[in-house]
């Protein structure tokens, strides 16, 4: 059972939700390439007279596979961990696994939603979202997946009833 789920007053409703964007796995997906680069690498010099050249490479190649396997371990583990919901009273964020940090602010209490996207944000289809609540409080959200759509129904909320 997800957090949102848990966490939903009687009658409230889930309007929108999302995850964090795959582009939370670019380091592992660099580091795998990498140590392609050095496995291709070092299997085209495995002669004999290369043979320092060649454990040199395949040593490298073994550190990028770990970097990968770190990366992607920890990209995972964070994305999995990580719920967004827009209800029709709340905004619900909710990160981490064994330490929790949660944001659920009330929907009238909101004041202003900024959407930040770089050029490959655009292109891709995610940003940081930073909701901004009475009092000045601010809550930045990086990386959400379609994060235009996320803002749009924490300030217009329900669709069907517009």
């Known amino acids: 059972m ?12 889930v309007l929108h939700d ?7 796995f670019a380091r592992a997906i660099a580091a795998a390439i990498i140590c392609l680069g050095f496995v291709i ?24 596979g770990l970097l990968a ?8 583990i964070r994305r999995a961990t990580t719920e967004f919901a827009v209800t029709d009273h709340r905004v619900i964020y909710k990160t981490g696994l064994f330490g929790r940090h949660t944001l659920e602010m009330n929907r009238s209490k909101i004041e202003s939603v900024d959407v930040d996207q770089s050029i490959p944000g655009r292109l ?39």
């Not at 010099?45 to 060649?54: D, G």
């Open 2 to 13: 997800s957090y949102v789920t848990r966490v939903l007053q009687p009658g409230e409703r």
């Open 18 to 24: 999302t995850s964090l964007h795959w582009v939370v």
């Open 41 to 64: 690498a070092a299997a085209s010099v495995a002669s004999n007279q290369m043979q320092y050249l060649s454990l040199a490479l395949w040593i490298a190649a073994a550190i990028f």
């Open 69 to 76: 396997l770190s990366a992607g371990l920890r990209a995972f």
């Open 124 to 162: 891709l289809g995610y940003g940081t979202v930073i909701v901004r609540g009475t009092g000045g409080s601010l809550e930045p959200i990086r990386y959400i997946a379609d994060p235009l759509g996320f803002r749009t129904r924490i300030t217009v909320g329900d669709y069907s009833r517009a």
